[in-house]
Structures are given as structure tokens and as C-alpha cells.
């Protein structure tokens, strides 16, 4: 099964922009900015959500004391790396997961409140079928 390409206009990309900037602005504020209605931005939104353009609705925060941590992770040869990377991201512990090039398959990002919990995540993905080894980097510091 293959992937139906998503096309967005200039005035989605504009949106999409403005939301990340400020996923707080309300859709008058964003209707003013594109020059469009009120109803044309609600549109706009929903067929992003249906379209999985838009695949979720968070917040920007940070913490004092958290743990930012990255992941890396290689997948044994013969296992379906999507599968796997399906896997981590059922456990809701991570913020992203990416497939990535190079000699990891997959990338976890994770923000978790202490290291204990940064330990259960990395053993729970050393858990899973089909995952060789990781290697993690903790971040000191964010810009």
C-alpha cells in the first residue's frame, strides 16, 4: 500500500507557519494574517486534521528539572524497521520518533521528568522485537 501524496497550497503552508508560531491565535487572528474568512481557516484546519497533515495538537514547554534525551536505534537485518518504529511509538513515552538515515533506523526524542524514567524507556525499547541496539545521548543543553 502506498501513500497518497498530500498537496497543500500556499495559504495551508502560511497556516500551517502561523499555527507553529502561535498554536494559541485564534482563528480571527489567523484569518486576518492569510486574508481569508473566519470559516475558510476553520476549513482549512479540518481537511489538514482529516488529511493527517496536522497529526496532533500539543504545547511547547519546559521543565527544570527534565531529561531531554535522544535515542538511536538499530534494527536487527530482516525486520521491518516501520514495524519496530510502530512499536516505540505505541509506548507513549516519546515526544517524536523518526526513521533516519545512516547507522541507526530510527531516532526517539523524549522529555521525561527524571533519568529513572529515561532507564524504563531505553529497556522498553531494548525489549522490543527486532531492535539490535541503541545508543543514547542526553541532552545538556537547549537553544
Known amino acids: 500500500m502506498t501513500k497518497k501524496s ?3 497550497d500556499e495559504i495551508d503552508a502560511k497556516l500551517l507557519s502561523l499555527l507553529k508560531q502561535n498554536s494559541r491565535a485564534t482563528l480571527g487572528e489567523i484569518a486576518t494574517q492569510l ?13 489538514l486534521v482529516q488529511q493527517r497533515v496536522i497529526k496532533r495538537f500539543t504545547i511547547e514547554y519546559s521543565l527544570t528539572d527534565e531529561v531531554k534525551v535522544l535515542i538511536l536505534v538499530k534494527v536487527m537485518p530482516g525486520h521491518n524497521v516501520p514495524e ?8 507513549k513515552m516519546a515526544e517524536s520518533i523518526y526513521e533516519v538515515t545512516g547507522d541507526y533506523d530510527i531516532a526517539v526524542i523524549a522529555r521525561l521528568p527524571n533519568i529513572n524514567m529515561v532507564n524504563d524507556l531505553i529497556d522498553r525499547i531494548r525489549s ?3 531492535v539490535a541496539t541503541t545508543n543514547t545521548h542526553i541532552v545538556l543543553k537547549s537553544w
Request: aromatic share 4%; net charge positive.
Open 128 to 130: 522490543v522485537e527486532g
Open 35 to 47: 486574508g481569508i474568512s473566519k470559516t475558510a481557516v476553520k476549513k482549512r484546519l479540518e481537511r
Open 6 to 8: 498530500i498537496q497543500i
Open 84 to 91: 519496530v518504529a510502530e512499536k516505540i511509538y505505541n509506548m
